[in-house]
């Protein structure tokens, strides 16, 4: 299904009575689940922080999720904000960043520019996953700080053979027509949710989002229908 379609389901889902912390505790359950699978398969486990790069929208907000359930596990986890503003933009994403307050084995930072993430990219081999929760739809054009030194961290990470896990699509391809932005993520595996994305079967798509897996999250079937 295309990006369009996506933002339907999910708005008829909660039209339906589905909350939208409810989807997103799902969504979150979910990428928690293959970040530690991933983590166990390549000998990773608890070898490092898990870090999570996180935007200031719902897509941040799943990653702040899949941080407070990987650190209820008893993995050391990093949840970081990469964002202009001190809190996410969204209700369900900010209740879920200051629920992190109290999480165990998890550290909350705030990266607002550039140079923080710099700062936060020394030692990133020593990370056992990366998860990058930054955005969730494509954007226009070039990206803009501090997302854009968010890519640029992922993309050393993974030059470091740090496996990579995107929510939903890697940062800056496009659900619905795969095409990346400049720079884009390029993920070992892509968690996205509910219904296999168009962007993500295209040619430049699959090669940026690697192995991908579809978690569903409550939407129900009736949704679709718009």
């Given at each position: ?6 933002t ?6 909660q039209?339906?009575?589905?909350t939208?912390?409810?989807l ?21 486990l ?14 941040g907000?799943d990653?702040?999720?899949?941080a ?18 001190s809190r ?9 960043w200051?629920r ?15 140079r923080?993430l710099?700062?936060l990219g020394?030692?990133?081999?020593k990370a ?6 930054l955005l969730g ?7 803009r700080?501090p997302?854009r030194?968010a ?6 990470a993974?030059e470091?053979?740090?496996?990579v ?5 890697p ?17 070992d595996?892509t968690?996205t ?6 962007g ?5 798509g699959a090669?940026?989002?690697?192995k991908v897996l ?12 718009g």
């Amino acid at each position: 299904m295309s990006a369009e379609a996506m933002t339907g389901a999910d708005r008829r889902a909660q039209a339906l009575g589905v909350t939208g912390s409810r989807l997103m505790e799902h969504a979150g359950a979910a990428v928690a689940a293959a970040v530690r699978a991933v983590a166990e398969d390549q000998g990773r486990l608890g070898s490092g922080p898990i870090l999570v790069l996180c935007g200031p929208g719902n897509n941040g907000g799943d990653g702040l999720v899949a941080a407070r359930r990987l650190g209820r596990l008893g993995l050391p986890v990093i949840a970081v904000l990469v964002a202009a503003e001190s809190r996410p933009q969204t209700r369900d994403a900010a209740r879920n960043w200051d629920r992190l307050t109290t999480a165990p084995s998890v550290t909350r930072m705030h990266a607002p520019t550039a140079r923080d993430l710099a700062i936060l990219g020394h030692g990133i081999e020593k990370a056992s996953v990366v998860v990058d929760a930054l955005l969730g739809t494509g954007v226009q054009g070039v990206l803009r700080e501090p997302i854009r030194s968010a890519v640029e961290l992922i993309r050393k990470a993974r030059e470091a053979m740090v496996p990579v896990v995107a929510v939903d699509t890697p940062t800056a391809v496009d659900l619905t027509s795969g095409e990346p932005s400049d720079p884009a993520v390029r993920a070992d595996l892509t968690v996205t949710f509910h219904r296999p994305k168009t962007g993500l079967l295209t040619k430049r798509g699959a090669a940026l989002a690697g192995k991908v897996l579809v978690a569903p999250i409550g939407i129900p079937p009736e949704a679709d229908r718009g």
